[in-house]
C-alpha cells in the first residue's frame, strides 16, 4: 500500500492562505486517484476534495469550491490543496486518501485504502 505523508498546515488568520501538500511513496503515483478529507473536533470525517488519476477532472465540496483547489504532481508524487480565503469553520485535521479503482462514491471516506496521518489547519478570527 501506499504510504501517505501530510505536510503545510498550521495557524493562519481568517482571509488568509495556505498550501497543503501529501507526499506518496509509491509508483507510480499516477495510478491512484486522490482526494483531501477533513476533520474538525467532535465531527465526522468530512470530503473535501478529489483529483482523478492524471488530474484531468476535479471536485470540490460546495464549502470550498472557489476557495479551496486540489492538484497534482505525479513527476513529484504529490498531491496539494491550495486553500485560500480562509474561514474559521475551516479548522480541522486534513487528510489525504488514495485509492487505485474507480468508483462512483468519491465523496465517501469509505472508498479510500489508503491514508495520511493527517495535518492541522487552524484559521483564527
Known amino acids: 500500500q501506499v504510504q501517505l505523508v501530510e505536510s503545510g498546515g498550521g495557524l493562519v488568520q481568517a482571509g488568509g492562505s495556505l498550501r497543503l501538500s501529501c507526499a506518496a511513496s509509491?509508483?507510480?503515483?499516477?495510478?491512484?486517484?486522490m482526494a483531501w478529507f477533513r476533520q474538525a473536533p467532535g465531527q465526522e470525517r468530512e470530503f473535501v476534495a478529489y483529483i482523478t488519476r492524471i488530474g484531468a477532472s476535479t471536485v470540490h465540496a460546495d464549502s470550498v469550491k472557489g476557495r479551496f483547489t486540489i492538484s497534482r504532481d505525479n513527476a513529484k508524487n504529490t498531491l496539494y490543496l491550495q486553500m485560500n480565503s480562509l474561514q474559521t469553520e475551516d479548522t480541522a485535521v486534513y487528510y489525504c486518501?488514495?485509492?487505485?479503482?474507480?468508483?462512483?462514491?468519491?465523496?465517501?471516506?469509505?472508498?479510500?485504502?489508503?491514508w495520511g496521518q493527517g495535518t492541522q489547519v487552524t484559521v483564527s478570527s
Open positions: 486518501a488514495a485509492r487505485m479503482t474507480a468508483t462512483f462514491e468519491i465523496m465517501s471516506e469509505k472508498s479510500y485504502d489508503c
Open positions: 509509491d509508483q507510480p503515483f499516477s495510478t491512484y486517484r
